[in-house]
């Protein structure tokens, strides 16, 4: 769906929003997420996601999304230390980065003590799991806490 199938589908999809964590493509009918921009990969059938002009050093990211080390993409914070490189230079997973005694950012908890990926608080025990191994669902301590939510906590 919108990704160019049929001219009444694209003027159908012209009309939607993108939401807060996707953005519109220069044609106008495909949403991609703000991650993908700037990425080196064209996301966009038209390739606007990496248009020249917008993927500039030192560009400004959305709200709640920091710098890879290329200073040209913006990832989530919860996107850091994942074990999957969302980084085109990878610098997200970076052994530097993602240490014994990384410590989060105000509003988010570690996975675990073994698991350095930073994660919203009120993300855990929401029923989805983020952590590679499911550890922000694990029954024994969500067992009395309130589920939570999958909203990013700027947008609350
Ligand atoms: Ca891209
Ligand atoms: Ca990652």
Redesign the pocket.
Known sequence: MCNGESEDEQQVCKTRSCGDIMSKCDNGYQC?FNF?????????LDGS??NPDLCIENRICPVGMVKCRNNVQCIYEMQFCSGFPDCSDDSDENSNICTKDRVCPTGMSRCSENNPMCLYNSWFCNNQPECIHNEDENPSSCFNRPKGSKIFPWLT
Do not use: L, N, T, W
């Not at 993908?36 to 966009?44: H, V």
């Open positions: 991609v993908m921009k700037c990425d080196g990969y064209a996301d966009c996601d990496e």
